[in-house]
T-cell receptor, first 114, second 114 residues
Framework: GAVVSQHPSRVICKSGTSVKIECRSL??????MFWYRQFPKKSLMLMAT?????????EQGVEKDKFLINHASLTLSTLTVTSAHPEDSSFYIC??????????FGPGTRLTVL | GESVGLHLPTLSVQEGDNSIINCAYS??????FIWYKQESGKGPQFIID?????DKRQGQRVTVLLNKTVKHLSLQIAATQPGDSAVYFC?????????????FGQGTTLQVKP
């Protein structure tokens, strides 16, 4: 089946630093990828839609300057959390649709900001 | 507004019994629904999907039922096993076609007692 990977799986950083998270589709190409955020014991919240070759589309309330998204190729999207603060600590998950059907999710990245 | 929700936050069943997890949705125009399983610290895993032109779909040990009249979706797991313990989310595809954004329900935690 379709495989989506994320790197790193866990990251701990100091407040004020920036963190980059990569999302790759391993056996298919994806012109669109999605980034979600999940707090403990909560559901997934869509942050933005990453579009290959164009700007990302952000959901209401998500700061585009805070969460930079770059869809550099048909198999790679990156999410950069800039000037991270403790409240940015969360589980970040990406997804990609291998076809016109459902989306497959990456394993997630646990971000802890000290 | 649109919402997808689950009726119960936690479901506890005995190993070997059948499990039924419910989901209510509010957007009558939705035409595609997905069930995901999420284990602790991992990304959501696709279980089964269903389109609005169907009312039932079966997979391996799982069945999804869709009742468009009352906007209700359910996931049935036969002969529940300890490995089925996880959080289950229903999701609704809200975008155009089937590559749009997913709206997730709040999740139901399934606990399987040995």
């Amino acid at each position: 089946g379709a495989v989506v990977s994320q790197h790193p799986s866990r990251v701990i950083c100091k407040s004020g630093t920036s963190v980059k998270i990569e999302c790759r589709s391993l056996d298919f190409q994806a012109t669109t990828m999605f980034w979600y955020r999940q707090f403990p014991k909560k559901s997934l919240m869509l942050m933005a839609t990453s579009n290959e070759g164009s700007k990302a589309t952000y959901e209401q309330g998500v700061e585009k300057d805070k969460f930079l998204i770059n869809h550099a190729s048909l198999t790679l999207s990156t999410l950069t959390v800039t000037s991270a603060h403790p409240e940015d600590s969360s589980f970040y998950i990406c997804s990609a649709p291998p076809s016109t059907d459902t989306q497959y999710f990456g394993p997630g990245t646990r971000l802890t900001v000290l | 507004g649109e919402s997808v929700g689950l009726h119960l936050p936690t479901l506890s069943v005995q190993e070997g019994d059948n499990s039924i997890i419910n989901c209510a949705y509010s957007n009558s125009a939705s035409d595609y629904f997905i069930w995901y399983k999420q284990e602790s610290g991992k990304g959501p895993q696709f279980i089964i999907d269903i389109r609005s032109n169907m009312d039932k779909r079966q997979g391996q040990r799982v069945t999804v039922l869709l009742n468009k009249t009352v906007k209700h979706l359910s996931l049935q797991i036969a002969a529940t096993q300890p490995g089925d313990s996880a959080v289950y989310f229903c999701a609704e595809n809200s975008g155009s076609g089937n590559t749009g954004k997913l709206i997730f329900g709040q999740g139901t935690t399934l606990q399987v007692k040995p």
